[in-house]
């Protein structure tokens, strides 16, 4: 393995394939290079490349984390639905549970998502499905 673009080893995708890029227009990821790799310094582990829904949004608004209000100090520019986005397993994992659940893309959601939640379970909300 070689080091990636935060020092870190080549992160790996769910899957046991390289982590794809999840987005870059918003930029997403924790280290905001468009992937959903991670590091020590990510608390959140934002390691689930998800599409953004309208039900999701305001589930985590909701919540508390309102994803659609730009805030640029943090270079965040507001999502809305159909965007692309890192978010954190925990609360992918809390939005399973209340059936909000937004699709998920397995071949840039990062390995270290499967600590919470099973690969069966991003599966099944999977927008590429013939990922093997």
């Given at each position: ?26 930029l997403?990821?924790?280290?905001r ?21 309208q ?25 809305k ?21 937004p ?20 599966q099944a ?8």
């Open positions: 393995m070689t080091p990636g673009s935060n020092g870190h080893l080549e992160p790996k995708n769910v899957l046991g394939g390289f982590l794809e890029a999840c987005c870059f227009h918003p997403t990821g924790f280290y290079n468009g992937g959903c790799d991670t590091g020590d310094e990510d608390m959140g582990l934002h390691v689930v490349c998800a599409q953004m829904t039900a999701f949004l305001d589930f985590t608004r909701a919540r508390g984390n309102d994803l659609t209000t730009p805030a640029p100090e943090y270079d965040f520019p507001g999502l639905p159909g965007d692309k986005w890192c978010l954190g397993v925990y609360r992918w994992k809390e939005a399973l549970t209340a059936g909000v659940a699709p998920v893309f397995l071949r840039a959601t990062h390995r270290r998502a499967l600590e919470v939640v099973t690969l069966q379970e991003l909300h999977a927008l590429d499905r013939d990922a093997k």
